[in-house]
């Protein structure tokens, strides 16, 4: 294998998968939470970090998204994942004697009309790939987890219901974390990230939004936050798709930077062929 690349939750996780679909000849670490992939990452402990931002179901994970702009590492790629939900048990066990179903307090309401059909009770469990690994410890045939094909091959479970998610087209964003930048072009369609903060002066969003639109430059999410618990201070966070070096988003970036402050260009990677 070649370098190593951590993410939140354990063995078996969403995040795990979107590590093997985009860096598959690396080494997946575990982490605890999505600090502890920050900090391995910015240290140098592991090369890269997987982070998992947003849910086409469920929206944005606030936690990262508050990471970002003092994490101190540079986006150097995205990966969407598409999120099946499978009902695991143990080995031998059948669907009619699942009782009670195990996973994250976000996974259980995707299975809502699955569960009910099944006469399955949800219960909750911090990480999905920990409630596949801690039915297989049980050994109870009453016992399922709600997680990915890939925790049931970790854990030697037995994939009882495939894709029972009630939303069909549910996809998770991950980002890929680096402690050193990567601004090569190395795709024709190239997303950039970034960070700002608009200037004390009437209309400073809109004007500094402004040259986006008029050199024609797509912006695919703008989204505020608070900065040191002032009303006053407000940090966006955008991507655009096109690469700083492209005469309209210089353009663009230009104009921005006349009405703002503190633009920090937090990466800039190639789009995915999931984001259609």
């Known amino acids: 294998m070649s370098g190593r690349i951590a993410f939140q939750g354990e063995l078996g996780a969403y995040s795990h998968q979107a590590c093997q679909q985009s860096r598959p000849d690396m080494e997946p670490v575990?982490?605890?939470?999505?600090?502890?992939?920050?900090?391995?990452t910015r240290s140098g402990e592991?090369?890269?970090?997987?982070?998992?931002?947003e849910n086409s179901t469920y929206g944005r994970v606030a936690d990262v998204h508050s990471l970002l702009p003092?994490?101190?590492?540079?986006?150097?790629?995205?990966?969407?994942?598409?999120?099946?939900?499978?009902?695991?048990?143990?080995?031998?066990?059948?669907?009619?004697?699942v009782r009670e179903a195990h996973g994250h307090v976000v996974i259980l309401p995707q299975c809502a009309g699955f569960l009910k059909t099944h006469g399955i009770k949800g219960r909750v469990s911090s990480d999905n790939a920990r409630a596949a690994r801690e039915v297989a410890e049980a050994g109870d045939p009453a016992r399922a987890a709600l997680a990915s094909e890939l925790?049931?091959?970790?854990?030697?479970?037995?994939?009882?219901?495939?894709?029972?998610?009630?939303?069909?087209?549910?996809?998770?964003?991950?980002?890929?974390?680096?402690?050193?930048?990567?601004?090569?072009?190395r795709a024709d369609r190239m997303i950039t990230t970034f960070t700002f903060r608009v200037r004390n002066i009437p209309a400073a969003l809109y004007k500094a939004l402004g040259g986006f639109a008029t050199n024609g430059v797509n912006m695919t999410k703008l989204e505020s936050y608070m900065v040191g618990g002032s009303f006053?201070?407000?940090?966006?966070?955008?991507?655009?798709?096109?690469?700083?070096?492209?005469?309209?988003?210089?353009?663009?970036?230009?104009?921005?930077?006349y009405f703002t402050t503190n633009v920090t260009v937090l990466g800039v990677y190639p789009?995915?062929?999931l984001r259609g």
């Open 30 to 40: 575990p982490c605890q939470t999505f600090e502890d992939v920050v900090e391995l």
């Open 46 to 53: 592991v090369d890269l970090g997987m982070l998992a931002v």
């Open 151 to 185: 925790a049931a091959e970790i854990y030697g479970l037995d994939v009882l219901a495939r894709h029972i998610e009630d939303q069909k087209n549910n996809t998770t964003r991950f980002l890929v974390m680096s402690p050193k930048p990567d601004h090569t072009r």
């Open 271 to 273: 789009s995915d062929r």
């Open 70 to 97: 003092k994490a101190g590492l540079h986006i150097v790629d995205e990966a969407f994942v598409r999120v099946h939900v499978n009902l695991l048990g143990v080995k031998g066990a059948r669907l009619d004697q």
């Open 232 to 257: 006053m201070a407000t940090e966006f966070y955008a991507d655009i798709e096109g690469h700083p070096q492209d005469p309209n988003v210089a353009l663009a970036l230009e104009e921005l930077r």
